[in-house]
């Protein structure tokens, strides 16, 4: 504080000098106009909603009122679907540290296990397909992020025609992991 008051007093003549670089300067002139914290922030989040009671202003509808958009669907799925998978990880690896002690039970025990209820085929090809669609979106979707790390798809044509195409490929990927495992 007092390098910056420091600054703030005699940024005039360091400045005339070409000593006071432009972030410094800056800095030195921002914290001279900054006023000193006297309210918390609850306090002054309460002034707010009290203001816009008093003058009859509406809360914002936000996202109710906007149309949904292919780029911010594919974010919350990519973003879902990493969290779906990381909970399934954890989940299974905490239930086989749990199971494989108390009932002396593998991986294969499990999958015999499993084979013995004679669940239904279509049944059983519906979970896999919840099982292998997350994995396919989440990769297909990475590679697109991939590509973006590289500067490329930023057009709104190219970002669209992308999109369409992980989601729709996903799927197709997802179908080809259950014939082919």
Do not use: C
Request: cysteine-free; glycine content about 6%; overall charge positive.
């Amino acid at each position: 504080m007092a390098l910056s008051m420091l600054l703030v007093r005699n940024s005039a003549a360091i400045s005339r000098l070409g000593m006071l670089s432009a972030p410094l300067r800056s800095a030195a002139l921002s914290s001279r106009l900054a006023a000193p914290m006297t309210t918390t922030a609850q306090e002054e989040m309460a002034k707010f909603w009290d203001k816009n009671a008093q003058r009859k202003r509406p809360m914002s509808p936000h996202l109710t009122i906007y149309k949904p958009q292919l780029t911010a669907m594919l974010s919350i799925t990519h973003r879902g679907t990493g969290a779906a998978m990381a909970g399934f990880v954890y989940a299974f690896s905490m239930g086989m540290l749990v199971v494989n002690p108390l009932l002396d039970w593998d991986f294969p025990t499990i999958i015999s296990f499993i084979k013995s209820l004679e669940i239904h085929p279509w049944l059983l090809l519906g979970g896999k397909w919840f099982m292998a669609w997350p994995i396919a979106y989440h990769a297909m979707n990475g590679v697109r992020h991939l590509s973006w790390d590289a500067g490329y798809g930023f057009n709104m044509k190219v970002l669209y025609r992308s999109g369409w195409f992980v989601f729709l490929s996903s799927f197709l990927l997802a179908d080809l992991m259950l014939y082919f495992l």
